[in-house]
């Protein structure tokens, strides 16, 4: 039962970790900078700017968001099962013993 508790941990952090790296913003922001980085370019090299720069903020879920989405409700319910069982292990218990 140890080992389940430190597996469920290890992989909450997991999924902790790997959201921080490829939350949405994390993602949208590398990429303004990446655009920012060669307009300075550009610029420092004086060259012609031929691209309109425009900033398209895109709010849909990525594929990434929505699998970690589905993984912590699944999460939730098991968590919420595991509650209940003990809960009712626990009044099951507690029944027995005071009657």
Do not use: A, P, W
Request: with cysteine.
């Amino acid at each position: 039962m140890k080992q389940y508790f430190i597996d469920l941990c290890l992989v909450i952090i997991l999924v902790c970790v790997i959201n921080i790296f490829f939350g949405h913003y994390n993602v949208s922001q590398t990429l303004f900078d990446r655009s920012i980085n060669q307009f300075e370019e550009t610029v420092t090299t004086h060259q012609e700017i031929n691209q309109s720069y425009i900033t398209i903020q895109d709010t849909s879920d990525n594929q990434v968001s929505t699998f970690f989405e589905t993984i912590s409700q699944y999460c939730v319910k098991i968590i919420e099962f595991i509650v209940l069982v003990f809960s009712n292990f626990v009044s099951m218990f507690i029944y027995h013993v005071v009657y």
